[in-house]
């Protein structure tokens, strides 16, 4: 099996042939763990930008070492960048869409410039506020979200998308191994907060910790077929409902499937470069 050609910019380069000046090319890391933060990075591009550092990939395609190796290549590289979260509280708080739609104006706000439109990896526009913003929604961070643009599968096509999410999964794992030294039961320096065996066993046997998302149905705490709030002793947040942690789950479920398969479909050749992950790996990181 051959290995797909690497993200370039040349998705980016026609965008911004098309008048803009700059664009936020944008990806997110931690949607469906069940811990920790969810994040968003922005790594800008100009027309004058140069081809992106060697070795640029969707994250979950590199080994962490080859990660942390590009992280300042990255920086150096990009005319600006920004990486923003959203706590476990907000996500709670607000839901998993306001959340990340929280982190990507924290991400924003970071940049040197304002660009004139933001590349999103996926086909959902969390990034701008809905026409109607709820009393309960998150706070106002940017005054004006620039127009967005989503493209299904962007961080194996386009590189400034690529290089967003090594700085997303970079900055998100660093906070989930410094909270693993707090819980080490958990096997989050592992793990990363996804629903990996000995996550769940921890969980079953030790409950939740502060930094868990507890509006949703964490694996271990279920009984009874009973919804989150009954498992967990816990009030569910203004609006949300059962079906709203069900539908979690499934978009989680979702995401790994679709990393499984694009990795063996498009990437993984008998020799690879160096750097990326091959099938056994794979298996291993899918989690992390």
Request: charged share 20%; hydrophobic share 40%.
């Amino acid at each position: 099996m051959s290995s797909a050609a690497p993200p370039s910019l040349r998705i980016e380069r026609r965008m911004l042939r098309g008048g803009l000046t700059s664009l936020a090319c944008s990806d997110e890391v931690g949607r469906g763990a069940l811990c920790g933060p969810v994040t968003v990075a922005m790594v800008v591009v100009t027309e004058s930008t140069k081809t992106a550092p060697q070795g640029v990939r969707d994250s979950k395609l590199l080994t962490a070492e080859a990660r942390r190796r590009l992280v300042p290549r990255i920086k150096r590289w990009a005319p600006s960048h920004g990486v923003g979260h959203a706590t476990p509280n907000e996500i709670d708080e607000f839901g998993i869409i306001a959340a990340l739609r929280l982190a990507g104006h924290r991400a924003l706000a970071q940049l040197d410039v304002a660009p004139d439109s933001v590349l999103l990896d996926g086909n959902h526009d969390y990034l701008t506020p809905p026409e109607q913003t709820s009393l309960y929604g998150p706070p106002q961070v940017v005054e004006q979200v620039p127009p967005v643009v989503t493209m299904i599968k962007a961080d194996m096509r386009c590189a400034a998308v690529a290089a967003a999410s090594v700085l997303a999964k970079t900055a998100r794992d660093a906070i989930m191994v410094a909270l693993a030294e707090e819980h080490p039961e958990y096997g989050w320096a592992d793990n990363k907060g996804y629903a990996a065996p000995e996550h769940i066993a921890a969980l079953a046997s030790l409950g939740p910790t502060p930094h868990h998302r507890v509006s949703w149905r964490l694996p271990g705490l279920i009984t009874d077929g009973a919804g989150p709030a009954a498992a967990l002793g816990e009030a569910l947040p203004p609006g949300m409902t059962d079906e709203w942690g069900l539908e979690v789950e499934e978009a989680a479920g979702e995401e790994s499937d679709a990393v499984a398969s694009q990795t063996d479909d498009l990437w993984w050749s008998s020799v690879a470069p160096e750097g990326l992950i091959g099938p056994e790996e794979r298996s291993a990181e899918r989690h992390a």
